[in-house]
C-alpha cells in the first residue's frame, strides 16, 4: 500500500460539510465513493487535516489516502478530477511516508475570512461572502486582534460542543485588509478550534459597529466562557486557505 498526500479545493456551498453524515452530501463521502469507485468496489477512506462545516469552502485542503493502485503521481490527479464533480478540485498528489497523517502533523492554519460591504446584496456573492452592509471601524477591529495574538485558552471563541478538552492555541497573525466594498480576515495560528475563526470573525464585528471596545478582548480571553463572546459568523464567508506542515 502506499500513502498519497492530495490538496483540495471545494466550493462548500453544495456540501453539508466535509464529515461523513448519513444521507447527506458532504466533500468526504464524495471523495470516497470516487475512490471506492476506482479501487472497483474496495472501500477507501480519506482523512483529512480537519473538518469544515456547512457551507465553509477550502483552497488548499490536504488529505490522506492509501492505495495499492501503480498509477503514477500526475495520473491520480488527472483520473480522481476527471470523476469528481465541479465543485471539487484535486490541486495535487503525491507519494508521502506511510507514517504521514494529514491531520496530527499539520503544524499551524490559514484561514480567511470575507465580508462583502455592499450597500445592496450582490446575488454572486451570497455563498462566497457574509453581506454586512453597516459602517465599520476597521482600525478599532485593528487594534483588538493585538489582544488576541499569542497563545491563549480560547475557550470563549469555540463552540460548546467542541470536543477537545485542551483550548490553548497560538494565534501568529491576524490581518484585516479592506479593498473598497471587500473586507478580507487572515488568521494564522498552530490551530483552531470548533467554530473559532467565526466566532472571532463575529467578535470583531461588534468591535467595528461600537458595541464592544478593543480592550474587552482581554475579558473575554479570561472569562474562558463561549457566552461571553461574540455571535459566530456565518459559514459562507469561511476558506481554509492553507495547511503548513
Not at 68 to 77: G, V
Not at 150 to 178: M, P
Request: aromatic share 12%; with cysteine; net charge neutral.
Amino acid at each position: 500500500m502506499i500513502r498519497y498526500k492530495c490538496i483540495i479545493s471545494y466550493d462548500g456551498s453544495g456540501f453539508s460539510g466535509y464529515q461523513v453524515q448519513p444521507k447527506k452530501r458532504t466533500v468526504q463521502s464524495v471523495i470516497e465513493a470516487v475512490l471506492t469507485k476506482m479501487h472497483k468496489g474496495s472501500p477507501v477512506k480519506i482523512s483529512a487535516s480537519g473538518r469544515t462545516d456547512a457551507g465553509v469552502h477550502a483552497k488548499g485542503q490536504v488529505i490522506h489516502f492509501d492505495s495499492h493502485l501503480p498509477l503514477p503521481e500526475e495520473k491520480w490527479e488527472l483520473a480522481l478530477n476527471s470523476m469528481l464533480p465541479e465543485d471539487i478540485s484535486v490541486l495535487s498528489v503525491e507519494r508521502a511516508d506511510p507514517a504521514f497523517h494529514a491531520r496530527f502533523d499539520a503544524k499551524g492554519k490559514e484561514y480567511r475570512y470575507y465580508l462583502d460591504l455592499s450597500p445592496k446584496r450582490d446575488p454572486f456573492q451570497r455563498h462566497y461572502a457574509y453581506h454586512h452592509p453597516y459602517p465599520l471601524n476597521i482600525e478599532a477591529m485593528r487594534e483588538a486582534t493585538v489582544y488576541l495574538l499569542g497563545t491563549h485558552d480560547f475557550s470563549s471563541f469555540c463552540s460548546a460542543r467542541t470536543e477537545v478538552e485542551d483550548k490553548v492555541r497560538t494565534i501568529e497573525t491576524i490581518e484585516i485588509l479592506q479593498d473598497e466594498y471587500r473586507i478580507s480576515f487572515t488568521f494564522i495560528g498552530n490551530g483552531f478550534l470548533y467554530n473559532m475563526v467565526r466566532i472571532l470573525v463575529g467578535t470583531l464585528l461588534e468591535v467595528g459597529t461600537g458595541n464592544r471596545q478593543p480592550e474587552e478582548m482581554v475579558e473575554i480571553l479570561g472569562k474562558k466562557d463561549r457566552r461571553f463572546a461574540g455571535k459566530t459568523a456565518p459559514g459562507q464567508g469561511l476558506y481554509l486557505w492553507q495547511v503548513f506542515y
